[in-house]
Every structure is written in C-alpha cells, then in structure tokens.
C-alpha cells in the first residue's frame, strides 16, 4: 500500500529521467527495472532517502532511524589520515615490460624474460603541500612504483630529483618541519620560500647540493608525464650465482623532459590547482599513454672504492657520463583509477618491500626509510591488515600464518595456525630455502656509535658540477628560484648564510643572487668540511632543456578564435596537430562557441577567464578583425597573449589578430617564435616550429 507521501509524489520528466516531487517540493528517484533498489549498509531496502524519520510533520527527528544514523556515521568517518609528507598524489595503472633478461646481474623473476609484462600501481605526488594544495608548488615530486611481480611486491619509491636533503634519516622530520608550514600560524601551505625552510637548509651544508636541484625547473614540471624519476639510494642486484652489483635505477620520460616557467607555475596555481592531476588522467583517457623506460646504473665494489663521492651517501648522484644508464625496459601507464580514495590514497608503499634479486645498501637514509613506511601505514590506514586493501595486495599467490586485527579480509582455514606443526599436508605453507628471499650477505663490523662517515664530507662539488651542467637559460632560472625564495625570508642572517653557501658552489651564482637580494656586502664563504673540487666535468644530462620533447605529440595548443574567424585555417591547424599527436583546446569569449567564416559553429572547451595560455604549451590566436578588437578590450585576452609571449612560449596568429597583438604590447616585439598562420599550408610549419621546448631565444631579449 503506498505510504501517505508517496501519495503526495507528482511524476515529472526530466530528459530521460523521470522523478517525482514529494509534499516539500523534494526530488524522489524510484527503482525500477535495471535500477537496484537503494539499501542500507546490510542490503536493507530503503523507502525514502530524502526526509529523515521524524514526529510529525514539523517534529523532532527520532533516534530509531538506523538508515539516516548509518549514512551520517559513515560519512563522518569518510577521511583517513592524509601522508604525513607526499598527501597529495594521483595514482594510476599500468605494467612493465623488460626488454631483455637482466639474469647476469640479478635473480629478480620481474626481470628475467623479454617481453614479459607486470602489473604496476603508480603514485606521483609532491612533499610538503597537504592534501588539498596546489599541482604547481616549487616541490619536489615524489615517483612511488609498485611492481605486483611474481615472487611479491616490490616498491620502488624513488623522486624525480636523484639527490636528497640529508644524509640519515634521523634528520627527516627536522626537515619536513621545517618546510611544512610554520607552527605558530599554520602558513605558508606547500611552499619552502619562508624562513624556517632557509634556515633550516643553510645550517644544514649537506642540503646545498639539493637546494641546487629545487631550485632548479625540476620543481616545476610540465606535467608527471615529463619528469624523471629516480630511485635516489644505491641498491644491489643479486644474481642466482649470489654476486652482487650495485644499481641505482631510473626512470625516462619516453615523452621527454619538460617545465614551466615560475611565472607560469604561480598562474596555473590559480588557473588550475589540478593542473597535474588533469593532465594525466585525460593523456591516460584518450589513450595517449604515458611511457617511461626504466634504465639501471649498475657498479661494482672496485668503482664505488675509486669513485670521488661515497656511493652510500644520497646527497650525491653518479653521472651518467661515468657509469652509462643501460636501458631494461619500459613501464606503460595505461588505466585510470576506478575509485581515488581505495587506489590512491589507500596505497600503501614501503622501501621495504623488495624481492629475492634486490637488496639494501647501508644509506642511512634507506636503513632509516625502512622503518617509517612500514610505521606510517597502521597510523593512516588504521589496521595491520593494510596489505588486504585491492590496490596493496600482491597478484601472486601468498600464504602466512598471521590472522585476526581490524578487518581482516583473509583469514587463514583450518586447523594450523603456527609453525612448525606436524600437521601434516595440512599444517599450512613452509619456508622454503632455494627461493626464499636472504640478504647478501654482508660483512659488518664496526664500533657502534652515532656516526656521520668522513666519505660523506664533501658538499659543494656536485652543486656546483650540477649548476654547471646547465645551459645559461636554466642557471638564470636557478638564480632568479633563489632570489625569490630568499627574498620571502623575513631574516637577512638566513638570506647571508644561504649566499655564504653559493659562494662555495659558484661565485657567479652567489654574485647573482646576492645582487638580486640587494645585499650592501658579499658575506665570506661558508665554512666548508671539504674544498670544493672544481675539475668535475659537467653533465649535460642533467639539463632540462638540453633533453627536452623532440616533438609535440603529447602536448597541447591552446587557440583563441573570435566569430568570424577563417574556417579553412582552424581545420588546417586541427588536422596538422592530430597528425602529430598533439591535443588541442579551443578558447572563446564565451563557453558556447564561435561562428567562423563559413556560418560553421565551433565549439569551445574554454571560456577565455578560465583558459589563459598558461594551461598550453603553445597557443595560436585565430581570429576575425572584428574579433580581435572586441578581444583587445577583454583584459583575460590580452594576458593570454602577452604571458604566452612572457612565457617563450611559440604563438601563431592570423594577421587580423593584430589590433589584440598591439593592445597585449606584444605586436612590435614579435620574433621567430611567432608565426603568421596566413594560409592552410602554414599549419605544418607551426606545429614543427613548436617541437622544440620553448623559443628560449626570447627570454634573452627580455632579461
Ligand atoms: Fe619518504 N616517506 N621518507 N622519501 N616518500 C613517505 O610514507 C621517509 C624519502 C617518498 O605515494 C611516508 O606512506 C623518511 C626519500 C615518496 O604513497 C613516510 C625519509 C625519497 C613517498 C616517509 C624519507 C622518498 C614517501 C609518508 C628519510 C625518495 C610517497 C607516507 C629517510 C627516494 C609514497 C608514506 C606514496 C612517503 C618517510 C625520505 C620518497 C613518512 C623517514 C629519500 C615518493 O613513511
């Protein structure tokens, strides 16, 4: 019998949705055919999910309403605890596929058989914003890989910078306190320009080198789909003869690398604080499918004696030009997550999930990581039975005698719940010497004591063999990173000491910078453990711009069209982008469109406010002369000129575009980065020109 409310319900359809009003004016939706019927946590049916179970029409709401109590229990609940570092993060699916066998160097079964392909989770991340922070903070990215291989899971939880901070994990919270807001006042949020940071990094010599790297285009990449990642620590390979290499691993953006001016990032901040997140979910969405190959550095113990720096130490890279990354294979990211909150934030990685075939050095950094992942899990996820959870758990088969603790999923069966039992076939799994996983085995001695290796003293060569790898547009970025960040510290002792630093890595950098602080006198160098060597030969793979995109497939045109516009030249364009696989996003005064030449209406995915030339990595402004004067008038039209041309980034433009050109200030500084698109058979030319990275030529002229 129908209750008195559902008497009151008027049908109503809506598009293809039919509903009904109830006696308030609220929206019921009904089951019925496909539809399932709405239930409650334990598949009770649910009648009315709109109005709570009250007395009376106007009364009190009654505690028996176990529907309305369970969903506002849950819905209390919904949040875990975010990372304490790396909270915000977006994950994806994939695999890897190894390119040859690699057992020479180790028994890993992941890396023994071409062609063969494993599944793998992704989470990029940044360090010290929160959950909610903003895709284009001068950060860190964190590049965590979970391989589901055949013989358990392997982590590898590397950054997109090869170096780190410090030196031993015992400093890693002074660290993050430091560069996490400050506590008094809770600000600034995923930003290191404040004092604390400073201060803590220019009493911390070790850091410098590091403070080179972030202060660097590093911090500020494109997109994750063009950064590098890096397992930073010295690792060993084992093979099944148990030899022992050493190996340190990276990751290589098929797509090249690729960043943002700081100008650029402090815009897409605003513009788009999921610049990132967006960036990969729709590449993975319309089957542009981010690829990196993982390449190996593999030495033995006779290069790491002879090697100027101490290969255990993570402040220190080994150029590629001294020990070549030898490609194995390639990790394809080929599927979005189904559900944000089970697959990526309740991933769970830890540096201690390795396989038989890999093992530990002593990093201390790495000795120290592995305790706090494995510690940091059962305080976010809240139980031990984290690794139940889909996304942790391994793709092969497992057996163990833990059981019980809040949710568990797996519980063992039958009668043998310990080991060894005589129970016979059914006394449960036994180890198992020949493929069990056992350390290498390392001699250790030693006095104990709270040790910092005299190895681990020399601080300023690498940051000056870094600074020096750069071509002179990305030192100019390096020193204008510092300025910035300096310039946002309160105390000028902080703002000294860090130039006290760069004296030691390169005087014109600290000349630079000290200048661009207005600083009334050079400070003396810092006090250095080690001399600075200077006879380091640079490495030109550690420049950005020096190993950038070769072509612009994967990357995306933003163009700004008018009524009125030439329809022949949007079409060309168009159809030179797709050959090229790059993407393109059309802009308009308003969301609706615009109507070209020829009556054809084109529709736009950006309302000029909400698509400024940041978002692109080109852009081209097609449109009528009537158009562009009423553009000239729009301040958002003008900015999407002058900050692409800012930006060095390659504009094409139809000659109407001139009056929009002139009132953006840009019209008398046009240069080889900006292309007429006069006619159809221009188009091929624009996308080629917009292969390379960004036409840096242009920020010469600027500066
Ligand atoms: Fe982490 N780090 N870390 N870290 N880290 C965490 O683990 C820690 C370090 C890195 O997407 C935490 O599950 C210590 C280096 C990534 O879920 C925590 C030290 C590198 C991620 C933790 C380091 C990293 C984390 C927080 C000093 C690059 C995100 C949440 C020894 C090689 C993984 C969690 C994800 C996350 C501790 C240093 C990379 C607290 C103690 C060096 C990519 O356990």
Known sequence: MASKTHETRKTIVLEDQKYQRGAGGETHQTASGDTPTLTTQVGTPVADDQNSLRSGQRGPTLVEDQHFREKIFHFDHERIPERVVHARGFGAHGYFEAYESLSDLTKADIFQRPGEKTELFV?????????????????????????????????????????????????????????????????????????????????????????????????????????????????????????SSF?????????????????????????????????????????????????????????????????????????????????????????????????????????????????????????????????????????????????????????????????????????????????????????????????????????????????????????????????????????????????????????????????????????????????KAMPKPADAARPTLTDLKPSPKLSIIANGPVSFKGRKMGVLLSDGVDIDLVKALEAALTKEGAMIEFVAPEIGGVEASDGTWIEAQQKIDGGPSVLYDAVAILVSEAGAKKLAKMPPARDFAADAFAHCKFIAYAAAARPLLEKAGIWADLDDGCRELGKKTDAAGVVEMCRALRFWEREKALR
Not at 186 to 194: C, K, L, Y
Not at 410 to 420: F, Q, W
């Open 247 to 519: 190996v340190k691993f990276h990751w290589k953006p098929k797509q090249g690398l690729q960043s943002v001016a700081w100008n650029e990032a402090v815009k897409l901040n605003g513009a788009d604080p999921d610049f990132h997140r967006r960036d990969l979910w729709s590449a993975i969405k319309m089957g542009d499918f981010p690829e990196w190959e993982l390449g190996l550095q593999v030495f033995d113990d006779k290069f790491a004696e002879e090697f100027e720096f101490d290969v255990l130490d993570a402040t220190k890279i080994i150029p590629e030009e001294q020990v070549p990354v030898r490609i194995v294979g390639r990790m394809v990211l080929d599927r979005c997550v189904d559900n944000f909150f089970a697959e990526t934030e309740q991933v769970a990685f830890q540096t201690g999930n390795i396989v038989p075939g890999i093992d530990f050095t002593n990093d201390p950094l790495l000795q120290g990581r592995n305790f706090s992942y494995l510690d940091t899990q059962l305080s976010r996820l809240g139980s031990t039975n984290f690794n139940h959870l889909p996304v942790n758990a391994p793709r092969c088969p497992f057996h163990h005698f833990q059981q019980d603790g809040h949710m568990a999923f797996h519980n063992p069966k039958g009668r043998a719940n310990y080991e060894p039992n005589s129970w016979g076939e059914d006394g449960g799994p036994r180890e198992n010497p020949a493929t069990g996983f056992s350390s290498h085995p390392e001699n250790l001695e030693g006095a104990k004591g709270r040790h910092r290796s005299e190895t681990f003293a020399d601080h300023y060569s690498q940051a000056r063999q870094f600074y020096l790898s750069q071509t002179e547009v990305e030192q100019g970025h390096i020193a204008d990173a510092f300025i910035f960040e300096l310039s946002k510290v309160d105390r000028l002792a902080i703002r000294e000491r860090m130039v006290a630093h760069l004296l030691n890595v390169d005087k014109d950098l600290a000349g630079r910078v000290g200048k661009g602080l207005r600083l």
């Open 123 to 243: 989470r990029f991340s940044t360090v010290a914003g929160n959950k909610g922070s903003a895709d284009l903070a001068r950060d860190v990215r964190g590049f965590a890989v979970k391989f589901y291989t055949k013989q358990g899971n392997w982590d590898l939880i590397g950054n997109n910078i090869p170096v780190f901070f410090i030196q031993d994990a015992i400093k890693f919270p002074d660290l993050i306190h430091a560069a996490k807001p400050e506590p008094d006042r809770d600000f600034p949020q995923a930003q290191t320009a404040h004092d604390n940071f400073w201060d803590f990094i220019t009493l911390t010599p070790e850091s410098v080198n590091m403070a080179l790297w972030i202060m660097s285009d590093r911090t500020i990449p494109r997109s994750f789909r063009f950064m590098e990642g890096f397992g930073v620590h010295t690792f060993r390979m084992i093979n099944e003869a148990g030899k």
